[in-house]
C-alpha cells in the first residue's frame, strides 16, 4: 500500500493514481451511493477538480489499484461549502483563513474490513503530513 500526491501538474507521471482516483469516486458516490453527478468514462468530477485541487490517493502496490482517495482544496479557491452550503459559513470568511478543504474522502467498499482500515489510516496520516507541511 502506497500513498500518492496527484493532481493536474502531476498526473502525466503519477502512474495512473489521477485516473484511478476518478474511478473509485465514481464507484463509491455514482455506482455505490447513487449520487447524481457529473461523471464520464466512469469517472466523477465536480467543479471543484480543478488544477487548485491535490489529490491523495491510497493505491495497492500488487495491482495498482486505487484503495482510497480525496480531494484537497485551498480555501482561497471556490470550494464545496462556501459555494453550495453558504449558509453554513454564515458571516465567516473562508477564502481568509489560509486553510484548505479536504471532500471526497472514500475506501474502496468491496476490501476485507482489515485492509479497507488501513487503506483508511494511510490515508489520513498522509492527509495530516501533507497538510501540516503547508501543502
Avoid at 493532481?7 to 469516486?25: C, E, I, M, N, T
Avoid at 466512469?42 to 495498482?64: C, G, K, L, R
Avoid at 471526497?104 to 494511510?122: F, K
Amino acid at each position: 500500500m502506497k500513498s500518492v500526491i496527484t493532481g493536474w501538474s502531476k498526473a502525466h507521471q503519477d502512474g495512473g493514481a489521477w485516473v484511478r482516483h476518478h474511478q473509485l469516486r465514481h464507484d463509491i458516490f455514482i455506482d455505490r451511493l447513487h449520487y447524481d453527478v457529473q461523471s464520464s468514462n466512469s469517472m466523477e468530477f465536480d467543479q471543484f477538480d480543478t488544477p487548485n485541487a491535490v489529490y491523495i490517493v491510497v493505491m495497492d502496490e500488487a495491482d495498482d489499484k486505487a484503495l482510497a482517495c480525496c480531494r484537497i482544496v485551498p480555501t482561497s479557491a471556490p470550494t464545496m461549502v462556501g459555494t453550495l452550503w453558504p449558509e453554513l459559513l454564515g458571516e465567516f470568511d473562508l477564502s481568509r483563513t489560509g486553510h484548505v478543504g479536504t471532500t471526497h474522502i472514500g475506501v474502496r467498499h468491496e476490501l476485507p474490513s482489515n485492509v479497507r482500515q488501513a487503506a483508511l489510516n494511510c490515508l489520513i496520516q498522509t492527509t495530516l503530513e501533507f497538510t501540516s507541511r503547508g501543502g
